[in-house]
């Protein structure tokens, strides 16, 4: 059984992963408006992503017979000066998301409540490649600078990128 506590400080983090989902919908709209359709591509397959980790506490928390809170959504931002800026953002948010995910983790721990702590092994897992992913792509963006080829060259690759929905993951569509 999950504690009132810990379903409240879930559910917080479930409302805080649909922000996420709505960052990376706007930054996909913004790097679309400034011709990089690979950032765009790659912005949005992040949304769908973090789309999957909304879904992924949803189903936690119903199944364990929580009722959801779903209080008004903050706004997102809408201006970036550049794509480096853009995943500048990216990281910091990711880096705060993690932070988040091992507070919860540590709750569950303290709380004795150990179907939360698995529940939430796998994100532990997946904040890893997130930050990995956005510095790489940061370091890549460094070194290029302002050169445009070399932007162009980074948005060629981050279009390669494919939404893939874990398996059995709700939205595996």
Known sequence: ?????????????????????????????????????????????????EMIHFMKFYTYLTDQGVVISLPAAKAVPDKYKSLLDMLQKTLAHEQMITSCINNLSEQAVQEKDHATQIFLQWFVTEQIEEENNDRDLIAKLKLVGDNGHGILMIDGEMGQRVFVAPVGSPLAV
């Open 1 to 49: 059984m999950i504690s009132k506590k810990m379903s409240d400080s879930l559910n917080s983090h479930m409302n805080l992963e649909l922000f996420s989902a709505n960052m990376y919908l706007v930054m996909s709209s913004c790097a679309n408006d400034l011709g990089l359709k690979g950032a765009a591509n790659w912005f949005f397959v992040q949304y769908r992503e």
